[in-house]
């Protein structure tokens, strides 16, 4: 479903040679202090820290609660997606490549 993927210069992404390798999706790397490169993941962010705030732990918030928040931001419009939910995209995606 991807094709390429931005990401910040964690060290998340140590191994990008073998992700790449792995699952042929290519990475690139975002400009230190630049933001607006990623603005989707930006806003996703954003949207989830409406549900948990910066500084929760995560090791007692519940796969059930984790569920709901992932549940009601795929099933909200994005102006992105020309105000269709991340959910119907996703779908309409699949229909295509099955029809």
Excluded: C
């Amino acid at each position: 479903m991807k094709k390429t993927l931005t990401y910040d210069n964690g060290t998340e992404m140590a191994q990008h040679k073998l992700f790449t390798k792995n699952t042929k999706i290519q990475v690139y790397f975002a400009h230190p202090y630049s933001p607006w490169e990623r603005p989707t993941n930006e806003n996703s962010n954003g949207l989830i820290k409406n549900y948990l705030p910066k500084g929760t732990d995560f090791s007692i918030v519940s796969k059930q609660e984790l569920k709901r928040v992932q549940d009601e931001l795929n099933k909200r419009p994005r102006n992105v997606l020309n105000w269709k939910t991340p959910k119907d995209v996703f779908e309409e995606y699949i229909l295509q490549k099955i029809a």
